[in-house]
Nanobody
Framework: QVQLVESGGGLVQAGGSLRLSCVAS????????MGWFRQAPGKEREFVAAIRWSGGRIYYADSAKGRFAISTDNAKNTVYLQMNSLKPEDTAVYYC????????????????WGQGTQVTVSS
C-alpha cells in the first residue's frame, strides 16, 4: 500500500523559507513521478512542481519558478519542496502526489496523495 506523508509546513513571514518533505513508502518508486500541489481555501487544487524519481526534466508552475525547487533523495525515499521568498498568496495546504503514468502537471494524472501540510505566509 502506497503511503505519502508530508511534513515541514508551518507559519512563516513573507520573504521567508520553508522546506516541505514527503516520505514515500509501499512501492519501489524509481519509475514513478512525484508532484507537489496546493489548495487554498475556496480555490481549486493547483500544480506547483513535478519531477521523475529517476531524474530528468523538472516542471514548475509559473508561480513557483525562481522561488521553489523540487528534489528527491532516493536513499531516503523522500521528495522535497524548497520554498524561498514566500508570499502571502502561497498560503495553502500543500499535497505530495505520486504517479506511475508519467510526469504530469494535472492532478487527475496522479494516483496517490498524501494528507497535506498547511503553509501559512503572513504579510
Amino acid at each position: 500500500q502506497v503511503q505519502l506523508v508530508e511534513s515541514g509546513g508551518g507559519l512563516v513571514q513573507a520573504g521567508g523559507s520553508l522546506r516541505l518533505s514527503c516520505v514515500a513508502s509501499g512501492r519501489t518508486f524509481s519509475r514513478y513521478a512525484m508532484g507537489w500541489f496546493r489548495q487554498a481555501p475556496g480555490k481549486e487544487r493547483e500544480f506547483v512542481a513535478a519531477i521523475r524519481w529517476s531524474g530528468g526534466r523538472i516542471y514548475y508552475a509559473d508561480s513557483a519558478k525562481g522561488r521553489f525547487a523540487i528534489s528527491t533523495d532516493n536513499a531516503k525515499n523522500t521528495v522535497y519542496l524548497q520554498m524561498n521568498s514566500l508570499k502571502p498568496e502561497d498560503t495553502a495546504v500543500y499535497y505530495c502526489a505520486a504517479t506511475y503514468r508519467g510526469v504530469t502537471t494535472t492532478h487527475s494524472g496522479y494516483d496517490y496523495w498524501g494528507q497535506g501540510t498547511q503553509v501559512t505566509v503572513s504579510s
